[in-house]
């Protein structure tokens, strides 16, 4: 099953409003990442979020983690047309006594629309 | 930027005929990864490697298997394709990022078995 459960599914929104996504997942992780992908495209990552860390920032992208409740949220912020894309978070399963190889497990990722 | 690409891009076959993918990269990267995409599904893992000839298996393996004889090349196949594996396939390959690994992927490789 799923390591990532998304929400919402679908959004849309106005050009300059800010988009937040949420993200939950089952296991301890290594960390949490997001990815983007465009219609027709691969995916292309955004922002790692470790396991010890509560928040991140990278430009208009505002990341937060919450290990005892297992979720994240991305936010984008002054959101653009160009935002319109899928976003997925992925986990990076912490392993007990071994590595992950750097395995991901993606959610089945929000739908952003943005209108200019 | 990591040199990644996938061949073919679209395929049409048979159900019963054998398929290979071909994932290759330039930067001599450990590790490299196959995930189909459905809708409703997200991308899920298929096989993955760690190195020429280490391989394992991920979450939706059965039917599929892979080779990785070059650092560059690794290479999936269905066996014999059904229906159920018409998907989007897509090559991912490991970058570290400050001591994290994330994943850099392919185009992607649109498979429609008849």
């Known amino acids: 099953s799923q390591q990532g459960e998304e929400d919402p599914q679908a959004l849309s929104i106005q050009e300059g409003e800010n988009a937040t996504m949420n993200c939950s997942y089952k296991t301890s992780i290594n960390n949490l990442q997001w990815y983007r992908q465009n219609s027709g495209r691969g995916l292309v990552h955004l922002i790692l979020i470790r396991s010890n860390e509560r928040e991140k920032h990278s430009g208009r992208l505002r990341v937060t983690l919450d290990t005892s409740k297992k979720s994240s949220s991305l936010l984008i912020t002054a959101s653009r047309a160009a935002d319109t894309a899928s976003y997925f978070c992925?986990?990076?399963?912490?392993?007990?006594?071994?590595?992950?190889?750097?395995?991901?497990?993606f959610g089945q990722g929000t739908i952003l629309t943005v209108h200019p | 930027d990591a040199g990644i690409t996938q061949s073919p891009r679209h395929k049409v076959t048979e159900t019963g005929t054998p398929v290979t993918l071909r994932c290759h990269q330039t930067e001599n990267h450990r590790y490299m990864y196959w995930y189909r995409q459905d809708p409703g599904h997200g991308l899920r893992l298929i096989h993955y490697s760690y190195g020429v000839k280490d391989t394992d298996k991920g979450e939706v393996s059965d039917g599929y298997s892979v080779s990785r004889s070059k650092t560059e090349d690794f290479l999936l196949t269905l066996e014999s394709a059904t229906s159920s594996q018409t998907s989007v396939y897509f090559c991912?390959?490991?970058?570290?990022?400050?001591?994290?690994?994330?994943?850099?992927f392919g185009p992607g490789t649109r498979l429609l078995v008849l």
């Open positions: 991912a390959i490991g970058l570290w990022r400050g001591y994290q690994e994330t994943q850099y």
């Open positions: 992925a986990t990076d399963a912490a392993q007990a006594g071994g590595t992950s190889y750097g395995k991901l497990t």
